[in-house]
């Protein structure tokens, strides 16, 4: 039932781009995307919506394929405030439980 | 506004022990829930409750009871704590628009079991 995020970890240079993928084995009615700092609470970034409906942040996007069951996240340009561990979860078609994957550790150095 | 509180931040409790653990929103939120998150593990749902007096079972709720008497609070119970229920704990809370929500997350409660 819960998403399979990838990759696992990613470290990049300040100013390189990143894409982190989330895939079900289920139908899916939404994708939500949250950061986690070391230490904090997951924050929001964005949800997609089964039909296209988008709620996004200023300089992060993601896509949904709804046929694929599969959602990816882009961070371009990246800064070092985006450090942190990245989760997708994902809302089925049928139903409302709710499953957070396991998780993308993303290292951004100077 | 505090957003969402939890309590007590940390806890270490011994083996068959009990406790509650205390939720609190002031956002006005329907939907509440529990998860615990653990290494290499992500976010688990341990309960959920989509109003005042009611509670669902979630993807993990073995050993855990919740309550929902208050619109505004939701509580985790350990009836007889065990090691493997040694966690991060977070609570979270939404309201939904249609089918959208995003869940607003506490600052967790860090439980020990030995």
């Known amino acids: 039932q819960q998403p399979v995020q990838s990759p696992q970890a990613v470290i990049l240079r300040e100013g390189e781009d990143a894409v982190i993928n989330c895939s079900s084995s289920?139908?899916?009615?939404?994708v939500h995307w949250y950061r986690q700092k070391h230490g904090e609470a997951p924050v929001f970034l964005m949800i997609?919506?089964?039909?296209?409906e988008q709620k996004g942040h200023e300089k992060i996007s993601a896509s949904f394929n709804e046929k694929k069951q599969q959602s990816s996240l882009y961070l371009t340009a990246s800064q070092l405030s985006y450090s942190g561990t990245y989760f997708c979860?994902?809302?089925?078609?049928?139903?409302?439980?709710?499953?957070f994957g396991t998780g993308t550790s993303l290292t951004v150095i100077p | 506004n505090a957003g969402v509180t939890q309590t007590p931040k940390f806890r270490v409790l011994k083996t068959g022990q009990s406790m509650t653990l205390l939720c609190a929103q002031d956002m006005n939120h329907e939907y509440m829930y529990w998860y615990r998150q653990d290494p290499g593990m992500g976010l688990r749902l341990i309960h959920y409750?989509?109003?005042?007096?009611?509670?669902a079972k979630g993807e993990v709720p073995d050993g855990y009871n919740v309550s929902r008497l208050k619109k505004q609070n939701f509580l985790l119970g350990l009836e007889s704590a065990a090691p493997s229920q040694t966690s991060v704990y977070f609570c979270?809370?939404?309201?939904?628009?249609?089918?959208?929500?995003?869940?607003?997350f506490g600052p967790g409660t860090r439980l020990t079991v030995t």
């Open positions: 997609l919506l089964k039909g296209g």
């Open positions: 409750s989509v109003g005042e007096g009611t509670t």
């Open positions: 979270a809370s939404s309201k939904p628009t249609g089918r959208s929500y995003e869940q607003y």
């Open positions: 979860g994902t809302e089925r078609d049928t139903g409302n439980q709710f499953y």
């Open positions: 289920k139908a899916l009615y939404s």
